[in-house]
């Protein structure tokens, strides 16, 4: 006679191996928050604080790391595709990336088809890092969509804002950054 296992415990296995096999960056520890190089005092997504260092796929291949892309402000933004503020704000994120601002949008749990498909719908050009198990958004208290975030070049968040911007507001955004001699 063979012995019966409790259906809960093989549920409990099955699950996870199907867990397991999903793998991806999601669960590799060089993906999501990472830390600073060097000392970084005083981390947070709060004006005045460092912004949270992160590694994140793109949609459309490769990798970015916000250390590796500071010496111009960045606008950090939080979207997903079923959200429509954030499909409508697009337009106005592309509009404004360039030598000035460099934009970067962060996708929540999201696959990259799902971001290639939004981009190609809204036509925005930046870049879209995939936040798959939302470990950066829940540290930039990213929790509900659209969060848009100014980084100044040296890393310090100068304004956290929630909700929708629009064209007029990223052009505040832009001149804060090299108003406040932050650039």
């Not at 950090?76 to 079923?82: E, I």
């Not at 749990?109 to 036509?123: M, Y």
């Not at 890092?129 to 208290?141: P, W």
Request: hydrophobic fraction near 45%; charge should be negative.
């Amino acid at each position: 006679m063979r012995p019966r296992w409790p259906i809960s415990i093989v549920s409990m296995l099955m699950v996870s191996l199907v867990l397991a096999s999903c793998g991806g960056s999601s669960n590799d520890p060089s993906f999501g928050i990472v830390d600073w190089p060097g000392d970084a005092a005083d981390v947070g997504a709060q004006p005045g604080q460092m912004a949270p260092n992160f590694r994140l796929e793109l949609a459309d291949g490769g990798e970015v790391e916000l250390a590796e892309e500071l010496g111009t402000p960045i606008l950090l933004n939080f979207f997903a595709s079923w959200c429509t503020n954030c499909r409508e704000e697009m337009a106005a994120l592309d509009a404004v990336a360039g030598d000035d601002v460099r934009v970067i949008g962060i996708d929540f749990q999201e696959s990259e088809d799902t971001v290639l498909k939004l981009a190609e719908e809204t036509g925005a050009t930046f870049p879209m890092g995939l936040d798959r198990n939302g470990k950066v958004s829940r540290e930039y208290r990213a929790t509900s969509l659209p969060v848009t975030l100014l980084i100044a070049a040296d890393g310090r968040v100068l304004e956290h804002v929630r909700g929708p911007v629009d064209g007029e507001r990223l052009d505040e955004l832009v001149a804060l950054a090299y108003a406040s001699g932050e650039s």
